[in-house]
Nanobody, 115 residues
Framework: QVQLVESGGGLVQAGGSLRLSCVVS????????MVWYRQAPGKQRELVAR???????NYADSVKGRFTISRDNAKNTVYLQMNTLKSEDTASYYC?????????WGQGTQVTVSS
C-alpha cells in the first residue's frame, strides 16, 4: 500500500522560506516520478515541480529560480524548498507519486504567505 505524507507547511511572511517534505511508504521515491502540485481557493490545480526517476527536474514558470525539488533516497522522502515566497504562493500543496500510470496523492499541507 502506497502512502504519502506531507509536512512543513505553515504561515510565513513574504520573502521567507519553507521546506515541504513528502515521506513515501510502499514504494521507492527513486523509482517513480514525484510531483508537487498546489491549489489555491478558486483556482485550478497547478503543477509546481517534478522530479523523474532519473533525477531530471522541471518547474512551473512561476516558481523557477525560487523553488527546488529534491529527494533523499535513504529517507524515501521528496522535498520542496521554497524561497523568496510571495503571497501568490499561498495554496494547499500536494505530493504525488506516479506508479504504474496511477497517481497516488498525499493529504496536502497548507502554505500561507502573508504580505
Amino acid at each position: 500500500q502506497v502512502q504519502l505524507v506531507e509536512s512543513g507547511g505553515g504561515l510565513v511572511q513574504a520573502g521567507g522560506s519553507l521546506r515541504l517534505s513528502c515521506v513515501v511508504s510502499g514504494s521507492r521515491v527513486s523509482a517513480n516520478a514525484m510531483v508537487w502540485y498546489r491549489q489555491a481557493p478558486g483556482k485550478q490545480r497547478e503543477l509546481v515541480a517534478r522530479i523523474t526517476s532519473g533525477g531530471s527536474t522541471n518547474y512551473a514558470d512561476s516558481v523557477k529560480g525560487r523553488f527546488t525539488i529534491s529527494r533523499d533516497n535513504a529517507k524515501n522522502t521528496v522535498y520542496l524548498q521554497m524561497n523568496t515566497l510571495k503571497s501568490e504562493d499561498t495554496a494547499s500543496y500536494y505530493c504525488t507519486a506516479t506508479i504504474l500510470y496511477y497517481d497516488y496523492w498525499g493529504q496536502g499541507t497548507q502554505v500561507t504567505v502573508s504580505s
